[in-house]
């Protein structure tokens, strides 16, 4: 996807003159100082902020084409996961709300062993994990949504290197 120009709703121009450019199937992060942006900009994409000027385009195949939600994946700087539920249970509801994600021949094990949750924790209640256990099950629920895009929100934030082992497939 780029962006060009990104105008912003605010007071003042926090993405002004602003340019991007993702390849399709990459993951990447989203790091910088209090202000520069960085939320804004995840906001812009998820269609949660109004773009007064410029556009997000995705390129794929040598082609543009208007971005779509589902094009991005988004990894929160904050761990957001129903706590009431263990690491299946949540697993299965995601594959009760999305059906055709999950690549066949692929268990629920396969998807937690990707994203590095240890085999012990994946019948607890998610409320019981760690901040970077609680990341590694939104990052079980970006990529069974197959997004042509993964951004990771402040990755380095509260984490350790564990957390980052996950690269687009």
């Known amino acids: ?3 060009r120009g990104l105008g912003d709703v605010y007071k ?11 390849s399709h199937g990459i993951s990447y992060g989203i790091v910088g100082n209090k202000d520069d942006g960085k939320t804004t900009f995840l906001k812009c994409i998820c269609g949660e902020t109004g773009i007064d000027s410029g556009y997000i385009r995705i390129e794929a195949d040598w082609k543009e084409h208007r971005i779509k939600y589902s094009d991005f994946g988004i990894v929160a700087d904050s761990a957001v996961v129903p706590e009431y539920m263990t690491g299946y249970e949540f697993f299965d509801y995601l594959i009760e709300i999305h059906p055709l994600c999950v690549t066949e021949g692929r268990t629920a094990d396969d998807y937690f062993d990707m994203v590095g949750l240890n ?23 970006v990529i069974l949504l197959k997004p042509s895009v993964i951004i990771f929100d402040e990755p380095v934030k509260n984490s350790n290197k564990s957390c980052l082992l996950y690269t687009s497939p």
Do not use: H, M, T, W
């Open 119 to 141: 085999v012990a924790k994946r019948n607890n209640l998610i409320k019981e994990y760690s901040y970077n256990e609680k990341r590694k099950i939104q990052v079980l629920a």
């Open 1 to 3: 996807p780029r962006s």
């Open 12 to 22: 003042r121009q926090i993405l002004d003159g602003a340019s991007f450019s993702f």
